[in-house]
């Protein structure tokens, strides 16, 4: 059982730099993270660059933590791409809007690997 | 070596147009001026789709402009419930020929307003929206709101061109005589420059918005002391800076549309500027992403009458966004083939989406590989516009501005990819009728 | 190969000509009428009405409000739903219809010319992407250039000179055709939520309205523009409005016209001609107003006729809009545009049974009826505010026919017995004087007769409507019906619509003035506007201008400086 988080999505600098280079390196190290707060990483007993299970009603990725200041405690932030799109809800509501933000999420520490986007794709394949 | 002056720049909405740039060998070699660090990445180029390629036994084969094109307008002359999607990221002169496809095949035509500012165009559609172009916030503004927005991060530039950093005609000493309200979950970089920051409880926006708008109404007393984890007297030094102020705006971004309350929101930060407007000039402006989002919404209004989410299967416009928006159609597993031009869903859909179009014939149309060519059963690449193509685009504040052509390519053209497309699939009806 | 059309037996009404009622054929050779043809395609009219190309000469039908209209009345898209054919695209909308069905509807209607009325220069290129996906019309637009700040600056100044040189630049940036005035000042004053009356100065610009309007009258006529100025002038819509008209038709009297033609051309009246201090002792003042033009030459009018039902208003003029969501407090859209303009944007029900919407319904025909020279006047419902352009068939069944403004008076608000002039009018208009309202007046005031638009003289353009409308029918339901769809709309020679139904949609063409001014002039100007893109303007100086390639099928015409 992980811990409970509210999970949201969004643009980061880096992320938008790389928009036209989603195969990189660059795009996979900034955006299959999750960032939140020093004290949400201490009691889930993670440092910076572990590996981290998100787990929602949609799906399950595995991205890095990441620390950051400024999100608020029981918030974690994965950038949009991908990985965060591995577990956000694609119900509409009826307004053609999936929600990206302020989903309910489990997060726990894990061996796993992160997978490189094109891994992550091929699960949709299968 | 060639300097080219007033480059457009076709990445974000802020749509800037005083960019400088080198090109030597018919390559842009230098941003010397004027780009921020994202469009500067987009300016200098990335890996490109090399051949125009249709899948066999699970993997791309390449293959010529001609067997792609003709291949994509089978796909598409056969479809039963095609959607076509995307739009965004290239000129309008595209975007006319893409709604004349949809036309002829009677497909779902939506763009990625849908997963943006889709639920800002159901508020407006609900109230309207009183705004402004950039350049009277440039001049007049002096309380700036961004409100779930980071600029910092995804319009790098807005601030120092149109907004708070800008000097205009009533501004000419810049942020000095300016305020910055920021409104965020998270305590961004924009957020660190601002005045007063409102860090609220994720998802309670409508909450706040309620409050100021009964604030600026008069009526303080309905609103507790502390409202989505704001205190009562933030709220209450809020609304007196709105007040105070002779010109305020309120930028809004996906922090706003994408979560629970989604239109509901907008319509709620709509109703709260036409408050703030009662006492002084309010002006409100969604922070479009794509460079030309804003465009095919234009395009799609004045060919179809509305802006996303067009069904045009009955032979005329059908709009109703919830039930046939990109997203809908594919968690109802209801379209039988899609094409994806200036867009990845690949990586902006959730994955529920996602494992459908894994399903059907997919057709991506696109210079860049990204997540959706891992799935593509037809990728053409295309010409980037604004620097290997020229055409039209609307900036956030819906000003048009045409992108220059920088560079010679190889690479065709989106409108002509897609005319070709449009041509084939009449010669194949055509040829069907007879 | 030459392309040869006979209309045979028609019954012409060709006022420009003089030609009144004549059964006379109409020859028509490569898209240009001439005396004779020898192997012509022959349409046979069969005594029915023939009249040139309808012209209008103001409607709001493409840029950057009429599609925020569009994209803000979803509702409205419903209304106008026809599927997509061989020849037409799909079509929706009533009062904001989509580009495709504004062509193919005033086609119908026998329309060829359409002006667009209100282009922001800054968002010029908006307004010519949509003309071009407007099929068949010919057609122009005008650029606002009144609340312009280096307008403004040099009507303070007094530099008429330098004025016209930033008109010229203007006209010519932004492919538009004259100048267009929207409420002076009072959209730049509307930047910080106020207004201004005629003589209130303009905020920080310390100029007022009038002289805004005297400026851009005098630099005009400058150069050998082919239209006047065209104001929508201040106050518009607010009771007792109707001196502030007649105050602003008074500043331009004393200027010469470049040639015969007034030097304001004063658009969508009615909305200019009200009496009363408040909405409740609002009345009809189009006597006053038609007095006026009655007396002078100087100024032309439009109607801005009421169309009862629901439409979508849209103005450059932001305060009004603001003003009238007040009264509705239905959905409001704003777009004020940097150094230059504004919008506003609100849905409108003009209803029958509201005192006020019965008295505006009767302004606009009294003022028809009333004005003695028709050929001062154009038909318009300034579309969609005072109502859908499709409804121009409704107002000329009104205007010929008495009977039907008095069946139509007894179903509306009794106001219209008390404070409005209309049932005691008894005149009624000829099918030539139609003719006039609708295209011979709107083509010279534009000064199109000249290049071939509004008559059927040798060397016109051959376009032609036919109506099935026999010349002595007086029922105003028939009459309504035929100027609704057309028998043939013939546009340059081709057959576009045929029995109600629209068979080509060939691409119209843009018409646009270039004034040619003083290069040391012009170059004394730019140092001036060069400083406000330098630090005013949100987009540069090298990207502003209008491109060619949004302008297609351009038709230029050459505006000299007057000697």
């Known amino acids: 059982m992980g811990t409970k988080v509210n999970l949201i999505s969004g643009r980061t600098i880096v992320q938008g730099q790389n928009l036209d280079n989603k195969l990189s390196e660059e795009y996979f190290s900034e955006v299959a993270t999750c960032e939140m707060n020093k004290a949400d990483m201490e009691k889930l007993g993670v440092t910076g660059g572990d590996s981290v299970k998100v787990k929602t009603s949609y799906g399950e990725v595995v991205v890095r933590a990441k620390g950051k200041e400024g999100t608020p405690e029981g918030v974690i932030f994965i950038p949009m791409g991908p990985w965060a799109n591995a577990v956000v809800s694609g119900d509409t509501h009826g307004a053609g809007m999936p929600q990206y933000k302020g989903i309910d999420a489990e997060i726990e520490p894990t061996e796993e690997e992160v997978l490189h986007v094109k891994d992550l794709m091929k699960r949709y394949m299968e | ?434 | 190969m030459v392309e040869e059309l006979l209309i045979r037996n028609g019954v012409v009404y060709d006022p420009i000509n003089g030609v009144n009622g004549e059964k006379k054929d109409i020859c028509i050779r490569d898209g240009k009428v001439v005396e004779e043809v020898r192997n012509p395609k022959v349409i046979d009219a069969e005594g029915r009405v023939v009249m040139p190309g309808g012209v209008d000469i103001h409607a709001h039908i493409a840029g950057g409000k009429v599609n925020a209209g569009r994209l803000f009345r979803p509702e409205d898209g419903r209304k106008g739903r026809e599927a997509k054919t061989k020849v037409c695209r799909a079509q929706s909308g009533y009062s904001v219809p989509n580009t495709f069905a504004t062509g193919y509807r005033y086609a119908k209607m026998g329309y060829t010319f359409v002006m667009e009325a209100a282009m922001p220069p800054l968002a010029a290129r908006h307004t010519h992407e949509e003309i071009v996906d407007i099929p068949i019309l010919d057609n122009a637009a005008l650029p606002l250039i009144d609340n312009n700040w280096m307008t403004m600056e040099y009507v303070k100044s007094g530099d008429t000179d330098l004025l016209a040189a930033y008109i010229a630049w203007m006209v010519k940036a932004t492919k538009g055709y004259g100048v267009k005035v929207v409420n002076p000042g009072g959209t730049e004053a509307w930047a910080w939520a106020k207004n201004c009356d005629l003589n209130d100065a303009v905020p920080y610009f310390d100029v007022t309205p009038a002289e805004i309007v005297k400026g851009l009258a005098e630099a005009t006529e400058k150069f050998e523009m082919p239209h006047s100025i065209h104001v929508h002038g201040n106050m518009l819509g607010h009771p007792g409005n109707y001196e502030v008209t007649t105050s602003t038709y008074d500043l331009v009297k004393g200027i010469k016209p470049y040639r015969d033609r007034p030097t304001m051309h004063a658009t969508h009246t009615q909305f200019h001609s009200y009496g009363g201090t408040t909405w409740a002792d609002f009345e009809s003042k189009a006597g006053a107003i038609a007095d006026y033009v009655n007396k002078n030459e100087h100024v032309s009018i439009d109607l801005g006729s009421v169309i009862l039902g629901d439409t979508t208003t849209m103005t450059a003029d932001g305060p009004m809009e603001y003003s009238l969501y007040q009264i509705t407090g239905r959905k409001w859209t704003n777009h004020d545009v940097e150094l230059e303009t504004g919008s506003g944007i609100t849905p409108f029900l003009y209803s029958g049974k509201v005192s006020v919407h019965t008295i505006q319904w009767a302004i606009g025909q009294e003022l028809a009826l009333l004005i003695k020279d028709p050929w001062k006047l154009a038909l318009t419902t300034d579309h969609p505010n005072a109502g859908p352009f499709i409804g121009y068939p409704i107002i000329i069944s009104m205007l010929m026919s008495k009977r039907r403004r008095d069946e139509s008076a007894e179903d509306m608000h009794s106001a219209i017995y008390k404070r409005a002039e209309l049932p005691s009018i008894d005149r009624e208009y000829d099918l030539n004087e139609i003719a006039i309202i609708t295209r011979g007046m709107a083509a010279k005031t534009l000064g199109l007769h000249e290049h071939g638009k509004g008559h059927l003289g040798v060397g016109a353009d051959g376009d032609v409507a036919i109506y099935d409308l026999s010349p002595e029918e007086r029922e105003a339901g028939k009459i309504q019906k035929a100027f609704l769809n057309t028998k043939y709309t013939i546009k340059g020679g081709e057959v576009v619509v045929k029995d109600g139904e629209v068979v080509a949609a060939p691409a119209g063409k843009t018409y646009f003035v270039t004034p040619e001014c003083d290069p040391k002039l012009t170059d004394e100007m730019m140092t001036h506007l060069k400083d406000k893109f330098e630090h005013y303007y949100s987009v540069t100086f090298n990207n502003y201008p209008v491109q060619d390639a949004y302008v297609p099928n351009p038709y230029e015409i050459k505006a000299p400086w007057r000697s």
């Open chain 2, 1 to 434: 070596m060639v300097e080219i002056t007033d480059v457009v720049c076709s990445l974000c909405g802020c749509v800037c147009d005083d960019i400088v740039v080198e090109v030597e060998d018919n390559n842009v070699t230098k941003v010397k001026k004027g780009a921020c660090s994202v469009g500067k990445s987009k300016l200098m180029g990335h890996g490109r789709i090399e051949s125009p390629a249709i899948r066999e036994n699970g993997s791309l084969k390449d293959c010529s402009y001609d067997d792609a094109i003709k291949k994509a307008a089978e796909i598409l002359a056969a479809a039963r419930r095609p959607l076509l999607y995307g739009w965004s990221s290239t000129v309008c002169e595209a975007d006319k020929v893409g709604v004349e496809l949809a036309e002829e095949i009677g497909a779902v035509i939506d763009n990625t307003a849908s997963v943006c500012h889709g639920p800002s165009v159901l508020a407006i559609q609900d109230v309207g929206l009183p705004s402004c172009t950039l350049g009277e916030v440039k001049n007049r503004a002096d309380l700036i709101i961004y409100w779930g927005a980071n600029p910092a991060a995804a319009h790098a530039n807005h601030m120092k061109r149109y907004s708070y950093i800008t000097k205009g005609y009533w501004t000419a000493e810049g942020k000095k005589n300016k305020k910055l309200i920021v409104v965020d979950v998270r305590r961004t970089a924009t957020a660190k420059m601002a005045d007063v920051f409102l860090q609220i409880e994720q998802g309670k926006d409508y909450l706040v918005f309620s409050a100021l708008r009964a604030m600026l109404y008069g009526y303080e007393d309905v609103v507790p002391e502390v409202v989505g984890g704001v205190s009562k007297k933030d709220l209450l030094e809020t609304v007196r800076m709105m007040k105070e102020a002779k010109f305020g705006i309120i930028f809004f971004g996906m922090g706003v549309t994408h979560t629970g309350a989604r239109h509901n929101n907008i319509v709620n930060a709509i109703q709260t500027t036409r408050a703030a407007h009662t006492h002084t000039k309010f002006n409100i402006m969604p922070m479009r992403g794509h460079y030309n989002v804003a465009g095919i919404n234009q395009v799609c209004t004045w060919e179809t009458g509305y802006p996303f989410a067009v069904d045009l299967s009955r032979g005329y416009a059908w709009y109703n966004p919830g039930e046939h928006s990109a997203t809908d159609l594919l968690i109802r597993r209801e379209c039988d083939v899609a094409l994806f031009i200036a867009s990845d869903p690949g990586a902006h859909f959730p994955g529920e989406s996602i494992r459908h179009l894994a399903k059907i014939p997919v057709i991506q149309i696109d210079p860049f590989p990204n997540p959706t060519t891992e799935f593509a059963d037809v990728v053409i690449p295309a010409a980037i516009s604004g620097i290997e193509a020229e055409g039209n685009v609307y900036r956030m504040d819906n000003i048009p501005i045409r992108l220059r052509k920088l560079v010679d390519t190889e690479y065709m053209a989106d409108e002509e990819i897609l005319e070709r497309i449009l041509g084939e699939v009449r010669a194949i009806k055509e040829k069907e009728g007879e």
